[in-house]
């Protein structure tokens, strides 16, 4: 479903993808784990056309889309949720997912209409359809986050960082959700540093710092990865 091979950006003299290089096959979900400022969202605006790449090739979903605009992007099914959630705060519930079924998938307004409603009710969010945007709650926040990203019909769906910030029950019900999706069939790139709630749901780890993935594959044998408890313990071990 995605490819991205020996990808670079850099700000200014600051490297901050570097040299990247991995796939994500159709259906699978992958995480993504690393400190603070380890380049985990610039990555995903290369992958979604956000940021141009300085060097290097992305493929999604058998086309080259390494110049392609975000806007392109998303409209062959490259859906993104945000970190900070910055929905349309005056419009509703509902509002805001016809902004994004209306302009980020090509389909009639008849069509649109019946896709917001599925999306509600995939994303329990069904009761709060007619509250505005700005009323509600940080966990209605990050599912209204992701139901705007489905609402565009998307076939890889980017998640950064949605279940930081909730309480254990929150973070449950969320990762419920984010299954169910994946269940379906939909490919999936999670940011998180929630790992328990990452681990639960993804079939392969990868671990980025400094810019540049420093392991790859089964969650449990990255985790306990010298490299990777180096990073998070911050020592030798
Ligand atoms: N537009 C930009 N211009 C200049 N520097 C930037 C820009 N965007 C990000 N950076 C820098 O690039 C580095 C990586 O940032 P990025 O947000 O990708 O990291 P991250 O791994 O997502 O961090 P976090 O876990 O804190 O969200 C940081 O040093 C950041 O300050």
Redesign the pocket.
């Known amino acids: 479903m995605l490819a991205l091979q020996n990808v670079s950006k850099s700000?200014?003299v600051?490297k901050?993808t570097d040299d990247v290089t991995f796939d994500v096959p159709a259906g699978q979900a992958l995480g993504i784990i690393?400190?603070?400022?380890?380049?985990?969202?610039?990555?995903?605006?290369l992958i979604t056309g956000n940021?141009m790449s300085d060097s290097g090739a992305i493929v999604f979903d058998g086309q080259d889309v390494t110049r392609t605009s975000a806007m392109r992007r998303c409209l062959g099914g490259v859906g993104r949720s945000f970190?900070i959630p910055q929905p349309f705060e005056k419009l509703t519930v509902f509002e805001n997912l016809l902004v994004a079924a209306s302009h980020g998938r090509s389909a009639s307004e008849a069509h649109v209409t019946q896709i917001c409603a599925e999306v509600l009710e995939r994303t329990g969010l069904l009761p709060k359809a007619n509250a505005a945007a700005g009323s509600l709650s940080l966990l209605e926040r990050k599912r209204l986050e992701l139901a705007r990203a489905m609402a565009t019909g998307p076939k890889l769906l980017l998640l950064?960082?949605i279940a930081g910030g909730l309480t254990e029950g929150e973070c449950q019900s969320l990762v419920q959700t984010i299954r169910e999706i994946h269940a379906e069939g939909v490919t999936i790139i999670w940011?998180e540093?929630v790992l328990h709630a990452l681990t639960s749901v993804v079939e392969r780890l990868l671990v980025?710092d400094f810019?540049r993935v420093i392991g790859i594959g089964d969650p449990a044998r990255i985790m306990e990865s010298r490299e990777v408890k180096e990073i998070y313990l911050g020592a030798e071990v």
């Open positions: 700000f200014g600051l901050v690393g400190p603070n400022g380890a380049g985990k969202s610039t990555l995903f605006n940021l970190q950064d960082e940011i540093h980025l810019g």
